[in-house]
């Protein structure tokens, strides 16, 4: 067990956080791995606070780039990585210190493509919360194929970090540029290319819900992209759910049905979806017009349909 492992940061503005994200990397206790710190245009000191760190351990690689998003900066961080294993980690969030050493443990004991740990909420008032994932999915014996359905229908969190990857499921794979919700994006690629998928039922990562610079926080304009990129990312899943499974397909098309209505409807009172784009959603809910939807969101596609907004 002594693969290396690319731990990649995408940096910006998390001066408040970016030590402890990277001293979380330098505590653990499995050792063999590359840290790719990528500062993506970050206005404040993080790309010096970055360089200073890699000129004490030649571990820690520094890419500096123009600003691009965190799709660029996870991309960026790909094209230069040498693990055998791949792992994200975001620059306000950190690492348990076995978060590592229990990964490539799990996934070379098991033979697993993929593996995911359970991860923390860090709450602003400083408290941590298990995630509530846990309660259904922490069972060790769930079968690939279940958990690929899972993560299809998004009941498993499909988010790209707080799992390790083998390098072999990204060789070809990149994150959508220019495009929010990426880590809905990409999932479903990546759990269909993973033929044997684990859950560890151990804490590995802690997620952190303090920054007032991060996407949650967002105003209300990126609030309609970020639902409109939903839309998008669930057509992914939907995509990918013919090829592997189709039992969760009504399931999924709900999901997309709601994201989509949901952005035309936002975007009435904050315009900022071109005509291509909101065509592309009455196109869709028309395709899916059979689609079980509650009757509050029934009368609403039933308008968007017939263009009544």
């Given at each position: ?182 880590d809905l994006w990409i999932m479903p690629h990546l759990v269909e290319s993973a033929r044997k998928m684990v859950i560890l039922t151990k804490n590995v990562y802690v997620y952190s819900q303090e920054n007032s610079e991060s996407i ?94």
């Amino acid at each position: 067990m002594n693969g290396l492992i690319s731990i990649i940061v995408p940096v910006y503005k998390v001066e408040k956080y970016i030590h402890r994200c990277i001293e979380s990397a330098l505590a653990q206790t499995y050792r063999n791995w590359e840290l790719i710190l990528v500062d993506d245009g970050s206005p404040d000191r993080c790309g010096q606070i970055c360089d200073s760190y890699a000129s004490e351990d030649s571990r820690i690689h520094v890419i500096h780039k123009r600003n691009g998003g965190l799709s660029s900066a996870r991309n960026a961080g790909l094209k230069i990585c040498k693990g055998d294993y791949i792992t994200f980690l975001d620059s306000d969030d950190y690492l348990m210190p076995n978060a590592l050493e229990d990964l490539i443990h799990a996934s070379v004991s098991q033979k697993a493509d993929l593996v995911m740990g359970i991860n923390f909420l860090l709450r602003p008032d400083g408290s941590l919360q298990q995630d509530t994932w846990v309660t259904q999915y922490g069972n060790s014996d769930i079968s690939s194929h279940e958990l690929r359905r899972a993560f299809l229908r998004d009941s498993l969190p499909n988010y790209a970090w707080g799992k390790l990857y083998h390098a072999s499921l990204l060789s070809h794979l990149r994150f959508p540029e220019g495009q929010n919700m990426e880590d809905l994006w990409i999932m479903p690629h990546l759990v269909e290319s993973a033929r044997k998928m684990v859950i560890l039922t151990k804490n590995v990562y802690v997620y952190s819900q303090e920054n007032s610079e991060s996407i949650l926080h967002a105003g209300r304009e990126k609030s309609v992209n970020t639902r409109y990129c939903q839309f998008l990312a669930f057509l992914e899943h939907i995509k990918i759910a013919r090829k592997v499974d189709k039992t969760d397909l009504p399931i999924i098309i709900k999901r997309t049905s709601h994201a989509a209505i949901r952005a035309y409807l936002m975007n009435r009172q904050y315009p900022c979806l071109s005509d291509k784009e909101k065509d592309e959603i009455r196109r869709f809910l028309t395709k899916y017009s059979k689609c079980s939807l509650s009757p509050g969101l029934l009368v609403k596609r039933f308008l968007i349909i017939h263009d009544f907004f």
